[in-house]
């Protein structure tokens, strides 16, 4: 591999261990903490392997009891590095075999291979340059748990996996089941021998290769790397060597392997997460929530309060002032309700109903609808993790409500200009009826005490006085009636604008509580999506 090519892979391998880090904390506290532990240790073991020599491959023979292991290891290293079976029963701990460039021991302490063996040069293990060690491992179907917990921890940290089966055990379902199927994403960096091929007769050796490649293939290696050996009569140990001193060469082991634990951690966290994108939070979804908590929070109540005060007020200040101090022994709905305060809206609570359960209920039911409406299409955990969003703020809701709409600006205290102007007319006109009144009143009495009793003025034939009395009556009732009517259009209208008011005000503590939580729920998952396909 060029030194190019090799910066290329190193900087792609860099983004996609930065992009599965992204993906597991964007999955924290949605996926298990199993699965995530999982890739941590996936992202660990490959930041302390690249931080050990790149020089050096580390190529590992795993194989099940009286597989001839150990014997394949000797034969490839071309030295009796490894004690056979013939006087050990297996192998009990990790044994190094070491060629070519220095720089070992920190990476066999990491491994923690206590056992070394700095080999001679043998056919093609002799280059300087290309740091190479085989390790002899335990037995993966030892009784003894300690050495199947050895293999199992070498299976995640070998650069190159070589399974050494044996005629008769190629297809135990043991090694296919626990490690080789599980592993079907390290193809690029597995071998297969099939030892022992000499106590088979000749003519079966190629159906038995074909149905072991058969049953890789169910793996799902199809093309893992296949060969035929036998370390008794040396029967492809050369191919075996010309195999492992490719892949030393080459230096491409440790980024593929590296690569390999990658994309098994991202499918993981895939089947985890399961496939898809939240719908997301949709205009319409986001106003019957607003609308659905307004009527919960009984929005509809202050509203016609609203209306009904203004009325009220506008009868106070515009009715025939003979009758309309009777208006006055009537509430102000918006005083009953406690919204005529000029107090801060953190210090002023509202006298609305508290809500009961019907109004809990429709408002859990609007929290509900709305997590389940930004959540369609997502994958199980992460339409919980929505609408677990949702409901966190939701015992705050009430609270937040109320504050709200204290707060929200309903004109309550702002006067109308025409309240002034038929104010005025409306003492004139009573005051023009009080003066015909007086007028009729002052020559009553003179008529009464017998003194003369000036000619009243007459227009069109009534007199002045009497004008003056039904003028201003008529006056102050057409008044009244109209200016209730005026009052009656100005306080739909100031309705309408508190509405508005009190609906963005409920719309901005959905908001906070609900919608933003929610929101921030459905941009994980696309990021966590996003991550993961760039991990993959």
């Not at 190094?96 to 293990?125: C, I, M, N, T």
């Not at 004008?467 to 009636?481: H, N, P, Q, R």
């Amino acid at each position: 591999m060029s030194r190019h090519s090799g910066a290329r892979e190193a900087t792609r391998l860099d983004r996609r261990l930065e992009a599965l880090n992204d993906a597991r904390e964007l999955a924290g506290g949605v996926l298990p903490d199993e699965t995530l532990d999982g890739v941590l240790g996936v992202l660990e073991r490959a930041s302390s392997r690249r931080s050990l020599s790149a020089d050096h491959t580390v190529v590992g023979f795993f194989g099940a009891t009286g597989s001839g292991k150990s014997s394949l290891f000797n034969a490839v290293s071309g030295a009796e590095i490894a004690t056979a079976a013939a006087r050990r029963p297996t192998t009990s701990e990790p044994l190094a075999g070491v060629w070519g460039a220095a720089g070992s021991e920190p990476l066999l302490d990491w491994l923690d291979v206590r056992k070394r063996h700095h080999a001679a040069p043998v056919d093609g293990f002799a280059d300087e340059d290309t740091g190479l060690i085989l390790l002899d491992l335990p037995d993966f179907d030892s009784t003894r748990e300690a050495n199947r917990e050895v293999v199992r921890r070498m299976v995640g940290l070998v650069d190159v996996l070589v399974w050494v089966l044996d005629p008769q055990k190629y297809a135990d379902a043991a090694v296919h089941k626990d490690f080789l199927a599980p592993l079907a994403s390290h193809g690029a960096v597995t071998m297969v021998v099939l030892n022992q091929v000499d106590r088979l007769p000749e003519h079966d050796v190629r159906p038995v290769l074909e149905s072991l490649h058969g049953i890789l293939a169910r793996d799902g290696l199809s093309r893992v790397h296949v060969m035929a050996a036998s370390a008794l009569t040396g029967t492809g140990i050369q191919d075996v060597r010309a195999a492992i001193r490719r892949a030393a060469v080459q230096r491409k082991a440790q980024a593929q392997r590296l690569a390999a634990d990658v994309t098994k951690a991202a499918e993981l966290l895939g089947e985890a997460s399961g496939e898809g994108e939240a719908a997301g939070i949709k205009a319409a979804s986001r106003s019957r929530l607003a609308d659905e908590l307004a009527t919960a929070a009984n929005v509809p109540v202050v509203v016609r309060a609203v209306a009904d005060s203004y009325r009220l007020e506008a009868t106070r200040r515009t009715g025939w002032p003979v009758t309309r101090w009777l208006s006055r022994f009537r509430p102000d709905p918006l005083r009953r309700l406690n919204l005529r305060s000029n107090a801060p809206a953190e210090l002023n609570r509202t006298s609305l109903p508290a809500a009961g359960a019907p109004e809990r209920a429709r408002a859990d039911a609007a929290v509900r609808h709305f997590a389940d409406a930004a959540g369609a299409g997502a994958p199980g955990p992460w339409r919980a993790a929505i609408r677990g969003a949702a409901r966190e703020g939701r015992e705050r809701l009430p609270d937040a409500l109320d504050q709200a709409i204290a707060g929200a600006d309903l004109a309550a205290n702002r006067r109308s200009w025409w309240w002034q102007v038929f104010n005025v007319v409306q003492w004139a006109a009573l005051l023009t009826v009080l003066g015909g009144l007086g007028w009729l009143g002052v020559l009553a009495g003179l008529g009464y005490l017998q003194l003369p009793v000036p000619e009243v003025p007459r227009v069109e034939g009534w007199p002045v006085p009497t004008l003056m009395i039904a003028f201003g009556v008529v006056l102050g009732v057409v008044l009244a009636i109209l200016g209730r009517f005026i009052a009656g259009a100005a306080a739909r209208s100031r309705a309408r604008k508190a509405r508005r008011r009190l609906h963005a005000a409920v719309a901005k503590v959905a908001g906070e509580l609900v919608v933003e939580p929610v929101d921030a729920e459905v941009r994980r998952l696309e990021a966590f999506n996003a991550a993961l396909k760039a991990a993959k």
